[in-house]
């Protein structure tokens, strides 16, 4: 098989680029490891930049959500007790966030490119990228047995943290940084009302917690817990249990508990892979890079990549300027390391670290008391949590 751009990875990096790159006249194939409806299943980001927003509706799958989608102008955060609004809007100028399940993203994006002839093989096994430093890359891999490949102009690695893509950059070449975080996310998605109209990112004294929404009828919810816990031994009414003794008292009191439809348990870490580019490779989204959840920038980034690669390719295929591709890791890898340095920062203000002396606790709380009172810090907040432009 030919094509100009085989694109591995169907998560919203590898789905949402392939349609962009189609409504411009570009052909791709999309290789999956999994089945579509593992990649249906998985339960994951919940809150969407303004620029992933518009990316969405560059690519022509808003329909759903602009009917379903809630625009959240504002957020609570819940310290010692007491529950804070940061009001994003009148910090930002009027930017707001969208809750919109990554689920439903995936749901859009597969339609669309079932509905336009698009090529998206799942099951896809061994894939593997070759030659990708010369000019005539190609990728393999094995379907019920049979051995395929796929020649092409270029490959879009967009197959997530545990992907296979990252590995065909050289070691002499790769740069990695990483930091790995002493706890992890229990999350619970239930169909209740959620507690809230907003959410709340709570540090008690007990952890983190974090109320969070799919729809006024759908609620997901977290709390922090050791790394060494296990899904299974989480039953529904422990985790209700532990969430309620993290809310501030009204909020808890005011909770509606029900049977959970998805529990699961995912690790913190960050971690950033440098460059995004050699030769005809290009990653985008968690191939390159990982954020803790707490600022809710994982899918926005992989959104922010696709838009420079996106441009990049399509200038390529239009008029032959390929600076786009050029710039391309450097571009992408400003906008990463700042959406880095506020997901660790969001990270370190909220949980608690079991490492952490009663000096480090002090200064945990005089950060969020300044938050609390500074209308600075409030901004800085505001403006990092609905999206740094892309540029
Ligand atoms: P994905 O979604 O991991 O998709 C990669 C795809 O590649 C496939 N794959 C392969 N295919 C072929 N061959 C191979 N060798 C392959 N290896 C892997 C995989 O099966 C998969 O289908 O990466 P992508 O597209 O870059 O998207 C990234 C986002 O999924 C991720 O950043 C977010 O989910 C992170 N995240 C959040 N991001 C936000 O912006 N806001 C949030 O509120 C938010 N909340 C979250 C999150 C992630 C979470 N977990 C579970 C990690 C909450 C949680 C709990
Ligand atoms: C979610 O709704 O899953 C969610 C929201 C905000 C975050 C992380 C996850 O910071």
Known sequence: MKTQVCIVGAGPSGLLLSQLL????????VLERRSRAHVMGRIRAGVLERGMVALLREAGVNARLDREALVHEGLDIAFDGRRHRIDLAALTGGAAVTVYGQTEIQRDLFEARDATGGIVIDEAEDVMPHEVDGDAPYVTYRKYG??????????????????VCRTAIPNQVLK?????YPFGWMGLLADVPPVSDELIYVNSARGFALCSMRSPTRSRYYVQCPLE???EDWSDDRFWTEL?????ADAGARL??????EKSIAPLRSFVAEPMRHGRLFLAGDAAHIVPPTGAKGL??????VHFLSRGLIAYYQTGD??????????????VWKAVRFSWWMTRLLHHFPEDSPFDRRVQAAELEYLFTSKAAQTALAENYVGLPYE
């Open 22 to 29: 189609h409504l411009r006249g570009i052909a791709s194939v």
């Open 322 to 335: 390929d600076r786009g591709l050029s710039e391309y890791s450097e571009k992408a890898l400003r906008r």
């Open 256 to 261: 509606v508990t029900g049977p959970s439809i």
């Open 229 to 231: 816990e296990r899904v």
């Open 146 to 163: 049979v051995e395929h490949r796929v020649d092409c102009d270029f490959v879009a690695g967009c197959d997530g943290y545990h992907g």
């Open 300 to 305: 926005n980034l992989a959104a922010s990549d």
């Open 176 to 180: 990695t940084f990483e930091r790995v």
């Open 244 to 248: 309620i003794g993290r809310l501030p």
